[in-house]
């Protein structure tokens, strides 16, 4: 297999190369770019083509948010993994929204890093345990209703039913089967199959990574 080709961005120029070079050593990733600010990325990126892009969210002139927001429009296929100190339930449903595909902390251990580049091209998305709970919680903190103006979601051939999104919504929101049961006033059974259906269109291995498709893909109004 071809190497994962990567782009660090930080303004940070010893945690830039230093995270180069860890990289580096695995035969599995190639450093195609470094820059020192979204501007300049904007500007090479064009010309290297990263699979995967490690973003600083705080940097001199434009920050990560909206670095990511005009890749993702010119470049739709890449991949970004968000690293940053800031764990704000805010920066991370606003840069889940914009679509990025993984959050992390500038701490993490190599390894980890490693396996959540190698997740991010494979399945999409990594978000580990921690940002998870964070994101969980800004949910669970916000009046959470389903978007019905969103009910498909043409480039992936998926449609849901009001009464799946209803579900959605309240598994975002941390139900478990029984509450969700009754605050629709709807059966056990009746809502685990709605879990299943939610599974199996979306791709879905569990709640978590059901709130990750909602709320990437816009499904909640909050």
Known sequence: ??????????????????????????????????????????????????????????????????????????????????????????HILQLMRVGVHGYLPKDIDQMILSEAIEQVVSKGFYINDDVAQVMRQGLQARDIK?????????????GLTDREMDVLALICKGYNTARIAEELFISYRTVEGHRKNLLEKTGASNSVSLAIFAVKHQLLDF
């Open 1 to 90: 297999m071809e190497p994962v080709k990567i782009a660090i961005a930080d303004d940070h120029k010893l945690f830039r190369q230093g995270l180069g070079q860890i990289l580096g050593r695995n035969a599995h990733f190639s450093i195609v770019l470094e820059a020192e600010s979204g501007e300049e990325l904007l500007e090479k990126v064009a010309s290297t083509m990263p699979d995967v892009i490690l973003l600083d969210l705080f940097m001199k002139g434009m920050n990560g948010k909206e670095v990511a927001e005009l890749l993702l429009k010119q470049h739709p296929a890449l991949k970004i993994i968000i690293l940053s100190m800031n764990y704000s339930p805010e």
């Open 146 to 158: 389903p978007s019905r103006s969103k009910v498909s979601i043409p480039s992936l051939n998926i």
